[in-house]
C-alpha cells in the first residue's frame, strides 16, 4: 500500500483539513494521529460551557471511530509524535516509524505556564482542549469561587462564563486594562465594566506570587501582598505554538512553525496549519484563518497547488455581558483612533491618514455596525 498522507492532531484544524481533502481525494490513505481521545469538538465552545450547563461529553460532538469512519481514515488516539525525519519521509512515535506520503502538523499550542511558588500547584488549570476541561469541571463540581490568571481574550471569556455558571469570580492580570494589544482602551473599559456588573472582581497590576491550599481551599498570595481565598485557579496566561519537534527536525522556526502561502514548510511534503502555524509571519489563534488554511491545503494535497488568501478577520468575542467585535489594525500599520458612545456601547476605529479603515473595537450596541465597517477592513493576506 502507498503511504499514507499523515495529519498530526486532530483539533479544528486536523479535521477541518481532513474533510476538505476526503471532498477531493477519496483513495488516498489518510492516517490522523492525536496525543488526545480524538473526540471532535468547535474548541471556542470551551468557554461558553458553564453558562450553557454543557459538560465536556456534552460538547463533544464525535467519538474518534465515527470520524474514522467519516474520513475514511485511520484515526490513532493517545498517541504522540516523537519525532519527525523528513530525509525518510517518517514520523516517530517512540521507536515505532511511520512512513508519509505528506506530513501535516496540526498540533495545535501549547498553554504557557507562570512559575509559582506555594504547594498547590495541582490547583492551576489551563483550558486548551476537552481533557482539560473535564479535569476542571471535575475540580469545581460543587465548589465556589475561581481565581483567573490573565485578563486576554480567553481569561475575559471564561469570567463571563464562570460568573453566567454561578461562580465567584476574581481576574489577576499584570496590566493595566483587559485585553492589553488587542483592544482600544475605551472599549476594554466597556467590557471590564460589564463583567464587574456580574460580579467579577479584577485586580490588574499584580501577579500570583503564591498559591497555597490552606483546608480545603485555597489562599493565593499576590506579588502586591493581597491575598484572594479561591477553591481553583484557571490559567489563561496565553498560548505558545508547539514548535519542538519541527525544530528538532530542522524546520525553519519563528513563533510558530514557518509556512509559506500553500502552508509549505522549509521541507518537502511537510505542511503545517492551525495554532502550530505562522504563515507568511502571520500566527493567528482563530478559527476563521485556520479554515482558510484548510481549504488552501486540500487543495495542494490533491494536487493543485493552492495559496491561502485571509479576508479581514474580526474577531468575536464571546463575553454576552458586554458583546464585544475587535479586528485590530495590521501590525506595522500607523493610523489614528477616534472613539464614539459611552459607558458599554463604544464604537473605535482606527484610520490612517487617508481615511481608509485599519481596524476597529465595538461594544455593545455598536457591534451591529460590524458588516459594514468589514468591508472597509484590508485583507490581511490579499
Ligand atoms: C477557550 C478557548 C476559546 C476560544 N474561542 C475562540 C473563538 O471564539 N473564536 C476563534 O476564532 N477562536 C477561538 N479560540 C481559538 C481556536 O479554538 C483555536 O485557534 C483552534 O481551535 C486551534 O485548533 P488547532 O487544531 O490548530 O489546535 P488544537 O485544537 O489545539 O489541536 C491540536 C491537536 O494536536 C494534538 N497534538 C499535539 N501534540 C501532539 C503530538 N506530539 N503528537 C500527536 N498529536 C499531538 C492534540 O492532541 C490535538 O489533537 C479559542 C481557544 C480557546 C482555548
Known amino acids: 500500500m502507498s503511504a499514507p498522507v499523515v495529519i498530526v492532531g486532530t483539533g479544528l484544524a ?6 476538505e481533502w476526503r471532498k477531493l481525494d477519496t483513495q488516498t490513505p489518510l492516517l490522523l494521529i492525536t496525543a488526545d481521545d480524538g473526540r471532535s469538538y468547535s474548541k471556542p465552545m470551551l468557554s461558553t460551557g458553564f453558562g450553557k450547563n454543557k459538560d465536556a461529553d456534552g460538547l463533544a460532538m464525535a467519538e474518534a471511530g465515527a470520524m474514522a469512519e467519516q474520513l475514511d481514515a485511520e484515526i490513532r488516539t493517545h498517541t504522540r509524535i516523537t519525532g519527525i525525519d523528513p530525509g525518510h519521509k517518517r514520523v516517530w512515535i517512540g521507536e515505532e516509524a511511520v512512513a508519509y506520503r505528506d506530513l501535516v502538523l496540526a498540533w495545535g499550542a501549547e ?5 509559582v511558588e506555594g ?3 495541582d490547583a ?3 483550558i486548551n482542549d476537552l481533557e482539560d476541561y473535564a479535569r476542571f469541571r471535575a475540580a469545581v463540581a460543587g465548589k465556589r469561587r475561581v481565581l483567573i490568571l490573565g485578563a486576554g481574550l480567553i ?6 462564563d464562570l460568573s453566567a455558571g454561578g461562580y465567584q469570580v476574581e481576574l489577576l492580570a499584570p496590566c493595566e486594562q483587559v485585553m492589553p494589544g488587542l483592544l482600544h482602551p475605551a472599549a476594554a473599559s466597556a467590557v471590564q465594566a460589564g463583567l464587574e456588573g456580574l460580579g467579577v472582581r479584577f485586580h490588574l497590576g499584580p501577579v500570583l506570587a503564591s498559591l497555597d491550599h490552606q483546608g480545603d481551599a485555597l489562599q493565593a498570595t499576590l506579588s502586591d501582598g493581597s491575598l484572594i481565598a479561591c477553591d481553583a485557579v484557571v490559567s489563561a496566561v496565553g498560548l505558545r505554538p508547539r514548535t519542538a519537534l519541527a525544530a528538532a527536525a530542522g524546520l525553519d522556526i519563528n513563533r510558530g512553525v514557518m509556512v509559506d502561502r500553500q502552508l509549505r514548510t522549509s521541507h518537502a511534503n511537510i505542511y503545517a496549519l492551525g495554532d502550530c502555524a505562522e504563515v507568511e509571519g502571520l500566527n493567528l489563534l482563530y478559527v476563521m484563518p485556520l479554515m482558510a488554511c484548510a ?3 486540500a487543495k495542494t494535497l490533491a494536487g493543485e497547488p ?4 485571509y479576508g479581514p478577520m474580526p474577531v468575536t468575542v464571546k463575553t454576552p455581558v458586554c458583546p464585544l467585535v475587535v479586528s485590530p489594525p495590521p501590525r506595522g500599520s500607523h493610523g489614528e483612533w477616534t472613539v464614539e458612545g459611552s459607558g458599554s456601547d463604544i464604537k473605535a476605529l482606527c484610520r490612517e491618514a487617508s481615511g481608509a479603515l485599519l481596524g476597529y473595537a465595538l461594544t455593545g450596541a455598536a457591534v ?3 458588516l459594514a465597517l468589514n468591508r472597509e477592513l484590508p485583507a490581511l493576506l490579499a
Open 124 to 126: 492551576i488549570y489551563p
Open 119 to 121: 504547594d498547590a500547584q
Open 306 to 309: 493552492t495559496a491561502v488568501s
Open 368 to 370: 451591529q455596525e460590524k
Open 111 to 115: 498553554p504557557i505556564r507562570v512559575p
Open 14 to 19: 486536523g479535521y477541518n483539513l481532513a474533510k
Open 295 to 297: 481549504r488552501a491545503l
Open 155 to 160: 481569561g475575559c471569556e471564561f469570567a463571563n
